[in-house]
C-alpha cells in the first residue's frame, strides 16, 4: 500500500468507532512528503510495539497499586 500517512499515528484501539484501521479520524495523523518505505514503516512498527509494551507494564503496575 502505498501511503504518505506517517505510521502509527492514527489511534489505535481494539474496540470501537476509535480504533479502526482506516483514516475516518484525522486529529492524530501526521504526513510526509515522501511515501513510506518499508525500512521506515518497519522501525516505526518496531517503535510503536515497545512503547506500546511500557504502555501495557506501567498500566499493570498502577492496577496493581491501585487495586488492595
Known amino acids: 500500500m502505498l501511503s504518505k500517512m506517517v505510521p502509527f499515528t492514527?489511534?489505535?484501539a481494539y474496540s470501537g468507532?476509535?480504533?479502526t484501521s482506516e483514516?475516518?479520524?484525522y486529529k492524530y495523523?501526521?504526513?510526509q512528503d515522501k511515501p513510506?518505505?518499508?525500512d521506515e514503516y518497519q522501525k516505526a512498527q518496531d517503535k510503536w510495539k515497545k512503547e506500546k509494551e511500557e504502555s501495557n507494564k506501567k498500566a499493570q503496575e498502577d492496577l496493581a497499586n491501585h487495586v488492595k
Open 23 to 25: 483514516a475516518l479520524l
Open 17 to 19: 468507532n476509535k480504533g
Open 29 to 31: 495523523l501526521e504526513l
Open 36 to 38: 513510506v518505505t518499508a
Open 10 to 12: 492514527l489511534p489505535f
